[in-house]
């Protein structure tokens, strides 16, 4: 097919997606993914095209008047024919255009930094969660009463209690004669004792090497619980109704979510949405936080999962929504079919997915090694005195027990003999009163 009629395409000026340079013949060199697709469909059909970006600078949102902004804008007034600029297919949005067949399904996803810090300070207890030390000290106090009952009185409770602590820590169990004859019962605790102290051991073997980092947000949930806080902020493309549309979802915490980013006016750019939006920011407080970025995934998988950033950005696998992102005609246009045949082979081709791979690669080369390495996380996993802060505390907390009752043993006798001497001294002086009288 082949027509005269020159097309408008409306898009934004957006890196590694759509980027538009001027050149001396003074049709614009055009790179990136949806560039790259669009030149590819043109190609085929034949046809002569302008490139328009909106004033605005927006995606396109509806107004309380009904008209759009936008790239929906230019569809929706008839200013341009073609719009692509990673455009959701919505109600809303297919009432005002119309679309072509999906060329990226995908949804609502969120990404951030992964944080350095960790907890140093009593880490070795997060070797057992919450329930598994309160069952252990359950078993531990339910089998000192029981031995207590059963050596009737011969032992105290805290002797009982010392004896069984220490052989959870490898030491010899010795009780008196009579607990042979529950051995069920002894051999029972031995096996539990076993058991118990080689599995912390193992794992804080394991922690020893290396150091684990403090629990992640995962989830939309932990997101919003997160950002209710303080600890995280959470940020949307500026000019699309991801906001509101959260705000208008049946979970609390998604409402919740939503309402937080329109006070707050989380938003970024498009632009800086594809180039890179997980900047370390800090608050007017001076406290940092955890920026975390909403969007679609297939471009934080663009910029971050390629190089070192692999381990350094958490890419959520939670979603709030899905959808499809397709080509945005004008009503009335001519030749959707024929645009939509050629998204079909192309995307049958594999070919969209090299242009993704393509843009990934690019990015990744064209950065140096400063830039590489903004994105700080703790990459050296060698034991420093950090990761041995609550070692050295409960040492120094033993020793400083251990000091003070050394010191009441060495005295103690003195204290004794000073106190049978004076009390000796308070009878003679009495009797001596007394012979007086």
């Known amino acids: 097919m082949r027509t005269e009629k020159k097309w408008i395409i409306s898009t934004l000026n957006r890196s590694r997606l759509f980027e538009i340079f001027p050149s001396s013949d003074g049709k614009p060199k055009l790179y990136g993914m949806e560039a790259e697709l669009i030149k590819t469909i043109m190609a085929k059909i034949g046809v002569d095209y302008e490139i328009?970006?909106?004033?605005?600078?927006?995606?396109?949102?509806?107004?309380?008047?009904?008209n759009w902004t936008g790239v929906m804008g230019m569809l929706y007034k008839g200013e341009a024919d073609i719009g692509i600029a990673n455009l959701g297919i919505f109600e809303d949005r297919f009432r005002a255009v119309d679309f072509s067949s999906s060329y990226i399904s995908d949804g609502l996803y969120f990404s951030y930094v992964?944080?350095?810090?960790?907890?140093?300070?009593?880490?070795?207890?997060?070797?057992?969660?919450?329930s598994t030390w309160m069952c252990f000290l359950a078993s531990f106090l339910l089998a000192s009463v029981v031995i207590l009952i059963i050596l009737k009185d011969q032992e105290t409770i805290f002797s009982i209690m010392l004896y069984l602590f220490g052989s959870f820590l490898g030491q010899t169990l010795m009780f008196h004669r009579q607990i042979n004859e529950w051995k069920v019962?002894?051999?029972?605790?031995?096996?539990?004792?076993?058991?118990?102290?080689?599995?912390?051991s193992g794992a804080l073997s394991s922690f020893l090497v290396l150091p684990s980092e403090g629990k992640s947000v995962e989830t939309f949930r932990e997101l919003s619980e997160a950002v209710a806080k303080g600890s995280h902020r959470a940020y949307t493309l500026k000019g699309t109704n991801h906001a509101s549309?959260?705000?208008?979802?049946?979970e609390?915490?998604?409402?919740?979510?939503?309402?937080?980013?329109?006070?707050?006016d989380w938003h970024i750019t498009a632009d800086e949405m594809t180039q890179d939006p997980l900047k370390n920011k800090y608050s007017p407080d001076g406290k940092p936080k955890i920026d975390a970025v909403l969007g679609a995934k297939y471009i934080f998988k663009m910029l971050y999962e390629v190089g070192d950033f692999k381990s350094k950005v958490f890419i959520s696998n939670d979603r709030c929504s899905s959808g499809s992102i397709g080509i945005a005609f004008r009503k009335g246009f001519c030749c959707a079919s024929e645009v939509n045949k050629y998204i079909s082979r192309i995307l049958q081709a594999g070919i969209f997915d090299k242009f993704l791979k393509d843009e990934s690669l690019k990015y990744w080369f064209s950065l140096?090694?400063?830039?590489?390495?903004?994105?700080?996380?703790?990459?050296?996993?060698?034991?420093?005195?950090?990761?041995?802060?609550?070692?050295?505390?409960l040492f120094s907390a033993g020793l400083l027990v251990s000091c003070s009752v050394f010191v009441i043993e060495f005295f103690s006798p003195c204290f004794k003999r000073w106190y049978i001497r004076l009390r000796h001294r308070k009878f003679w002086l009495n009797f001596f009163l007394k012979s007086k009288k």
Do not use: C
């Open 52 to 66: 328009v970006t909106p004033q605005d600078g927006q995606y396109g949102i509806q107004l309380s008047s009904g």
């Open 114 to 130: 992964k944080s350095a810090n960790r907890e140093q300070l009593f880490s070795f207890l997060r070797m057992f969660d919450f």
């Open 185 to 200: 019962i002894f051999l029972s605790w031995m096996l539990f004792a076993f058991i118990m102290s080689s599995v912390y």
């Open 245 to 250: 549309f959260l705000r208008h979802y049946p």
């Open 252 to 264: 609390h915490y998604l409402q919740s979510l939503g309402k937080m980013i329109e006070e707050n």
């Open 368 to 393: 140096s090694n400063e830039e590489r390495n903004v994105v700080e996380i703790a990459e050296d996993r060698t034991l420093t005195i950090r990761d041995f802060t609550d070692a050295f505390l």
